[in-house]
């Protein structure tokens, strides 16, 4: 079993839509999440980091399940600029290392 | 927001010979660098983490006398892939950090071995 998994995609949405990926994680001492942003050929970018609690940043809400071991992104009033991949990523506090998902690609249609 | 640098972002090299790339942070001291290695449509995996001063450590599977690193300096750590050879064909991404969880990412090199 993979230490990160999420589904690959692709994910067509339209304009204007709502999106949720999810993403699950094997290791229940992991301590931090993020969610990146990859676009084609280019490097990841921080999109936000994930908090016990829940956090939202504008159109975008993500959330974790410590009990489900998964953590979510939702993507409200989607944009074409949204399309990317999204990377689901995950720390344990012993080692400082980001273990990657393999992303979910998002296309969003005009 | 931190920068971090990479050069080349593209090269295209004959099977055989080495390649070096660089990874630079641009307005900020990286204690910490990473590199990793994402061939298409998977996940980036990470090969090595550098602290300045200290050798490299690989990741299992990464072999350490082909993938040469070299942390010399709080800026600047380099990634030499020896006798390369087509199966090293990859996009190879430096990240740096001055902290653990927050790491600034290079824009990328990507590697084509012919």
């Known amino acids: 079993r993979k230490e990160v998994e999420q589904d690959p995609g692709p994910f067509n949405v339209p304009e204007g839509a709502t999106v949720a990926f999810n993403c699950t994680y094997s290791n229940s001492a992991s301590q931090s999440f993020f969610w990146y942003r990859q676009d084609c050929r280019k490097e990841p970018k921080l999109l936000m980091s994930?908090?016990?609690?829940?956090n939202e940043d504008g159109r975008f809400t993500a959330q974790l399940n410590r009990a489900s071991q998964y953590i979510s992104l939702l993507i409200r009033d989607s944009k074409l600029s949204d399309s990317a991949t999204y990377l689901c990523?995950?720390?344990?506090?012993?080692?400082?290392?980001?273990?990657w998902g393999a992303g979910t690609k998002l296309i969003i249609k005009p | 927001g931190a920068v971090v640098s990479q050069h080349p972002s593209r090269v295209i090299c004959k099977s055989g010979t080495s390649v070096k790339i660089e990874c630079r942070s641009l307005?900020?001291?990286?204690?910490?660098m990473f590199w990793y290695r994402q061939f298409p449509k998977q996940s980036l995996m990470l090969m090595a983490t550098s602290n300045e001063g200290s050798k490299a450590t690989y990741e299992q599977g990464v072999e350490k006398d082909k993938f040469l690193i070299n942390h010399a300096s709080l800026t600047l750590s380099t990634l030499t892939v020896t006798s390369a050879h087509p199966e090293d064909s990859s996009f190879y991404i430096c990240?740096?950090?001055?902290?653990?969880?927050?790491?600034?990412f290079g824009p990328g090199t990507r590697l084509t071995v012919t």
């Open positions: 990523v995950v720390s344990s506090d012993s080692n400082y290392q980001l273990i």
């Open positions: 994930v908090y016990s609690s829940g």
């Open positions: 307005d900020f001291q990286a204690t910490t």
């Open positions: 990240s740096a950090s001055d902290r653990a969880y927050e790491q600034y």
